[in-house]
Each structure stands twice: as structure tokens, then as C-alpha cells.
């Protein structure tokens, strides 16, 4: 039960951690900085949404906590002059950013009148290699970004609605503009496009003033006839269009603060169409009656009294000036209303703005909302879980020390039956050696006694044969049951030696071959078989000799044997031996009976006779399988009925071949004699 309490705790522990982490609003973000080739950034300090400013350490990247609210990320800042950010990636906590080398600096501008203050919302332009437009901001501030080489050169470079730059001053980031009104010029400034003004473009003009602004100064006299009336009918026209205009209450009157914004906006534009028009009426009138004074002059006026000349003059004079404050009046309305239109875009764009983040806010409102209703959801699944987990462990731990105990009492059994065991088993060995000892100790000793009879038998036999006396065909069928005895114990006493092997000691293949076939000198001579012995090697080498001779001779007497066994061609064998990288290679071939398929899966077995016609015991393969195998080496049999047969031994050499039994006698292994 205690054990229960102190899980029970653990877990509300864990609970109330994960509660405390989803209510944090602020996620582990891991930054990484790269360059446009992708290489990573550090050392270089960043700002998220003009927050503050962390740095990016030597390892390339870091992890920072970010407000939620600002992921992902709608602006970034690095703290480097030279760098600025070109774009930026986050997904899955993972806060990429690409930086590049600046291509441009940024300016810091203030506007300002001659007495200190600001000049706030007035659009601006600046002429460099690039035009750029910008609105004065609360301060009269805006930014103005220029190229690496590029520097501003004078304050002609600027133009300020309604305002000339009268002087521009160096302060510590930026620069300072000092703005004149135009209403308090002296005099007015001609537009740039008064100055490079062509006849041809006469149409476009729609205003008296700008008509006038146009031709004040011209000298008509250096016109046509023609030139001249197309410029007083534009003149009579703006005067008619002028005089046709009717007061602003045709438009302006339907602005009021019951109407809707939308048509204040339709009525204002239908103003400025009508005042568009009667410019365009005027103008045609001004031309008209240009031209009748133009025509009353054409004489002279010499025919004038000097008070009519001087009243005529005056009021050239007074035309000149009123036209004069007509023109300051149109640039400067056309000033005023263009402030007037970009404040409107303003706060429109505001409203949209605020719509917008509005909007936003809900969406983000909405998604706040899924989520904790999805952690809430995922909160009660992990309690829930954690319950059920709980309770299985309680169960399992019941259960697991019902089975631990069960264990312990089968351990102490186990234990002391492996006790028993291990002494039993050491036991058993001891005997199984010693049995094996006195089994190999026998066969050894039996296979010598028995011989001792058989020899004197064998020497009988061969007595009885040289003399005249005795039954010829009987002692022949003794001789040759006792030499088949003999060879049987003979070969018996070659297992023993296989088990045993002994004797480690320098080899010279090629000798030993030699010797071994010469054993076979009678049975070659009789039978005429072909024998063709391949070696080469004139050195050395160590190996157990004994255990080689008796491969040797088992195999050359089963090749002679079996390739004698048909009449249909010439007994031929082969014997070929080579030593390379510490290997013994041996190949004996015959042309004899070759053997099938089935004799060659038995090949191996004791006493195992492969043919009908066999004389031997069916020990001959086995011990040379079994002495193969005690010098850690490999044989092989290549055959096919009726045509040949061919073994292939690989045999280690220089190294000791380990015996499985220990040797108790040294008496070395003698090869049978034929007599």
C-alpha cells in the first residue's frame, strides 16, 4: 500500500509539471543563422518581432524561448550593420534564418520647418539613381534607403508637397531637412514642366493658371497666324469653362455629417471633374479675348492718351499679380489636397489594418482555444492511461513476487542438482577415458599378438610351397587367408596409430611417396600399371610422417587395386603432390571402375565395401578419412562410373595437429612386407 501512495504521487507530480508546461507561453525554439550559400552563421545578435536581442554562440546554433504569440515570426533583425535578413523558416521548433551582405544603407531623414517643428504626413520624393517616395512620419521622420557608393548630394534631390527645402544639415544618423511653405515664398516657383513646355502639348493644359504660367513671359509676336488662334481658342475655352462653373454647393452641399463616407467620396470626385471641365472652359475663353486685346494692339499704342496708357498698364500690372496668386493658390491646393488624400489612404489603411489584426487576433483567439481543448483532451487520456498503468503495475508486482520467490526455491534446486551434476559428469569422463584408454590399449596389443600366429603361418605356407611334398592348392588358399588376416590387423593397428598420432617430425614428400610405392613393386610389375609420380618439393617440412604414410599407402592401394579390376584399357595412376602458403596438396587418380552415387555417400563408413569384387576389409577409406581429420585437413572425391577416380587432400602443415588422446605407447607403426 505504500508503495501504491508513493506511485500515486509520482504520477500527480508528473501531472501537474505537464499542466504547468502547457500553460507556459513561451516555446523552446532552436535558431540556426545561415548565409546565401547556406554555410552557418554566429557571433551575430537577433531580434524576433523587435524584441530582444539574443545571440547565435560559436556552435553554430542556439535554443531560445519565444512568446508564442510571436510564432512564427513577422519580423527579424540581426544586429550586424553589414547583414540584413532576406528570409526566414520555422517549422516544427526549428527557426531558420538566411541572411545576406546589404546592399544599400538606410538614411535616417527629419523634416522640419525653419522654427524647429516637425512636418508630419507629407509625401516626399527623392531623386537619386533611383526615385524613391515616402511619407513624413509623426516627427517629420522617414528612411531613406540609398546604395553602398551612393551619397545624397544636395536638397535638390528632394521634393516636398507644398514645401520648398530651403537647407539640409548633417546630424549624427541621418540628415535634417529645413522646409519653407510655399504660401510664404516670395516668389513662385515654376514647375518643372512650365519650363520644358512644347506647342504641341497645348491640349493637355486644363487650367487658366497654368495657362498663364505658361505663356506670361512668351513673345507671341514670334508666332504665326495660325499658332496664335489655336492659342487664343485655347484661352477663350478655360475662360468659358470658368464662367460656365457654377458655385460648390452643386456637389459639396450633399457632404454632411449624415451621409456615408462612400458618397462624400463620389461627390468630392465629381468636384474635381466639374472644376476639371470649367479650367478647360476658361482657358478657351482667356484665349478668345487674348486675342481681341492681341488684335486691338496688333496697331500700336501710340494712338493711346498717356493716362489711358498708364491705366492700360495698371491693370496689366494687377492681372499679371492676380494670375501671379491664382497659380500659388492652385499648387497649393493641389498640395492640400493631395495631403488630404494620402491622410484618407491612411486611415484607411488603418481600418484595414486594425480589421485585419482583428481578424487575426479572432483566428488566433479560435486556434488558442482548439488547442487547449486538445491538450485538455490529451491531459485526460495521459491521466487516465497513467491510472491503468498504475493499476497493472501494482498487479504485475503482486505477481512478480509470487514468481520471485517460485524462483529462488527452483535456483537452490537447480544449484544443488548442478553440484551433483558437475561431479557426476567428472566422474563419467574419468571413466569414459579410462575405458577409452584400455579399449585403444587392447586393440593395440591384440591386433600384435594375433599377428605373431598369423606370421608363423605365413611362414609355414611359404616353406611348404618350396618343397615337393603337400597339397599345393590347399596351402596356397592357408597362405592367402592368413595374409588377408594379417592385413586386417594391420590395418587395425593403423586406427590406432590414427588416434594417437605421434611421431612430429621434418617430411620430404617426394621420398616418402617413393617409399610407400615401392611396397607395390610386385603387384605393379604383374599387373603393368602405369605409374607416374608429379612432385617437385625437394624441401622439408613438418608434419606427423606416420599418419601421411598411411594416407599414402591406403590410397595408392585402393587406385591400384580398383584401376586393375577392368580389361577395357590400360591400368594407369597418377600421384601428385605440392606444398604451398603452409598447404599440403595430394591428388591420387586412377582410370579405373569409378563408383556411383550411392557407393560415394558411404565411401567413408567402417567396414564398408564398395565393390563385389573387393578383397579388402572396408577400412582402408576410414582410416584415411580419420587420419584427414586428426591433421586438421580435407579430402575430397571426384568420380564417375566406369572412367576414373580421384581424391583430393589439403593438409596444414608446419603446425602441431592436436591429438584427442593422449599417447601411451611410442611404438612406431610398421608397413605390411610383400614376400
Known amino acids: 500500500m505504500r508503495w501504491f501512495i508513493k ?24 535558431v540556426k543563422v545561415f548565409d546565401k550559400q547556406m554555410n ?112 545624397i548630394i544636395s536638397n535638390d534631390q528632394f521634393t516636398l508637397a507644398g514645401y520648398r527645402i530651403s537647407k539640409m544639415q548633417n546630424v549624427d544618423k541621418g540628415k535634417t531637412l529645413l522646409a519653407v511653405p510655399i504660401t510664404k515664398m516670395k516668389e513662385v516657383q515654376t514647375p518643372e514642366f512650365v519650363t520644358d513646355f512644347n506647342l504641341e502639348q497645348l491640349d493637355s493644359i486644363r487650367s487658366l493658371t497654368v495657362f498663364y504660367a505658361l505663356f506670361k513671359d512668351f513673345d507671341m509676336s514670334k508666332l504665326d497666324v495660325a499658332t496664335r488662334a489655336k492659342i487664343d481658342a485655347k484661352f477663350n475655352t478655360l475662360v468659358d469653362q470658368l464662367k460656365e462653373s ?42 478668345q479675348k487674348i486675342k481681341i486685346i492681341n488684335q486691338k494692339l496688333s496697331g500700336g499704342t501710340a494712338t493711346l492718351n498717356p493716362t489711358d496708357r498708364e491705366k492700360l498698364l495698371n491693370d496689366l ?20 489636397y493631395r495631403i488630404i488624400l494620402a491622410s484618407l489612404k491612411a486611415s484607411f489603411s488603418d481600418i484595414k489594418a486594425l480589421e485585419d489584426k482583428l481578424s487575426l487576433s479572432e483566428m488566433k483567439r479560435l486556434e488558442e482555444q482548439k488547442d487547449f481543448r486538445v491538450k485538455i483532451l490529451w491531459a485526460a487520456a495521459v491521466t487516465i492511461v497513467f ?52 579399449m585403444d590399449i587392447f586393440l593395440y596389443r591384440a591386433s600384435h599378438d594375433l599377428r605373431a600366429p598369423i606370421c608363423t603361418i605365413i611362414g609355414l605356407c611359404n616353406l611348404a610351397l618350396h618343397t615337393d611334398e603337400g597339397d599345393t592348392d590347399i596351402i596356397n588358399k592357408i597362405s592367402n587367408t592368413a595374409i588377408k588376416m594379417d592385413g586386417m590387423l594391420k590395418k587395425l593397428r593403423m586406427i590406432s596409430e590414427v588416434n594417437q598420432p605421434s611421431n612430429y617430425s621434418p617430411v620430404f614428400i617426394t621420398d616418402m611417396i617413393r617409399n610407400v610405392t615401392r611396397f607395390f613393386e610386385e603387384f605393379i610389375t604383374e599387373k603393368n600399371v602405369e605409374l607416374i609420380i608429379d612432385s617437385d618439393n625437394e624441401q622439408g617440412f613438418y608434419s606427423y610422417p606416420d599418419l601421411l604414410e598411411i594416407i599414402l599407402y591406403n590410397l595408392i592401394e585402393n587406385a591400384l587395386f580398383f584401376s586393375s579390376l577392368t580389361r577395357e584399357h590400360h591400368p594407369k595412376i597418377n600421384i601428385m ?65 566406369h572412367a ?27 608397413l605390411p612386407v610383400f614376400n
Open 577 to 641: 603432390a605440392s606444398v604451398e602458403d603452409d598447404n599440403l596438396f595430394i591428388s591420387v587418380y586412377d582410370n579405373g571402375i569409378g563408383m556411383d552415387d550411392k557407393t560415394k555417400l558411404r565411401l567413408w563408413d567402417m567396414f564398408f565395401v564398395g565393390h563385389e569384387h573387393s578383397k579388402g576389409n572396408g577400412l582402408g577409406l576410414y582410416i584415411v578419412f580419420k587420419s584427414v581429420q586428426s591433421l586438421n585437413g580435407k579430402i575430397d572425391v571426384q568420380t564417375e562410373p
Open 644 to 670: 576414373f577416380t580421384r581424391f583430393s587432400i589439403t593438409i596444414p602443415i608446419n603446425q602441431k595437429a592436436p591429438s584427442t588422446v593422449t599417447r601411451l605407447s611410442s611404438t612406431k607403426i610398421l
Open 387 to 438: 491510472g491503468v498503468l498504475i493499476i497493472l503495475l501494482f498487479l504485475l508486482r503482486v505477481r512478480v513476487e509470487k514468481q520471485k520467490q517460485s524462483l529462488v526455491r527452483a535456483n537452490a534446486e537447480v544449484q544443488s542438482i548442478n553440484e551433483n551434476l558437475e561431479g557426476l559428469v567428472f566422474e563419467r569422463s574419468k571413466l569414459l577415458m579410462e575405458a577409452y584408454q584400455e
Open 40 to 151: 552557418p552563421m554566429s557571433g551575430i545578435g537577433v531580434s524576433v518581432n523587435e524584441k530582444e536581442t539574443f545571440q547565435i554562440e560559436e556552435k553554430k546554433s542556439t535554443f531560445h524561448e519565444i512568446a508564442r504569440e510571436d510564432l512564427p515570426p513577422k519580423s527579424i533583425k540581426v544586429n550586424r550593420s553589414e547583414w540584413d535578413v532576406e528570409s526566414w523558416n520555422y517549422t516544427k521548433g526549428i527557426l531558420e534564418i538566411i541572411i545576406r551582405k546589404k546592399q544599400y544603407n538606410i538614411v535616417e531623414i527629419t523634416v522640419q520647418t525653419t522654427d524647429k517643428k516637425p512636418v508630419s504626413g507629407v509625401a516626399v520624393t527623392f531623386k537619386g539613381r533611383q526615385s524613391y517616395n515616402a511619407t513624413t512620419g509623426a516627427l517629420g521622420e522617414f528612411k531613406l534607403p540609398l546604395a553602398l557608393d551612393e551619397q
Open 246 to 287: 457654377e458655385p460648390n454647393q452643386r456637389f459639396m452641399s450633399r457632404i454632411s455629417d449624415s451621409s456615408f463616407v462612400r458618397n462624400d467620396v463620389a461627390n468630392l470626385l465629381e468636384q474635381a471633374k466639374f472644376e476639371n471641365n470649367l479650367l478647360d472652359n476658361f482657358r478657351n475663353d482667356f484665349d
Open 317 to 336: 500690372t494687377r492681372l499679371e499679380d492676380v494670375l501671379e496668386q491664382n497659380e500659388d493658390k492652385f499648387y497649393k491646393n493641389i498640395s492640400d
Open 7 to 30: 506511485l500515486l504521487t509520482i504520477f500527480l507530480g508528473v501531472a501537474a509539471l505537464n499542466a504547468g508546461l502547457y500553460g507556459q507561453e513561451k516555446n523552446l525554439v532552436q
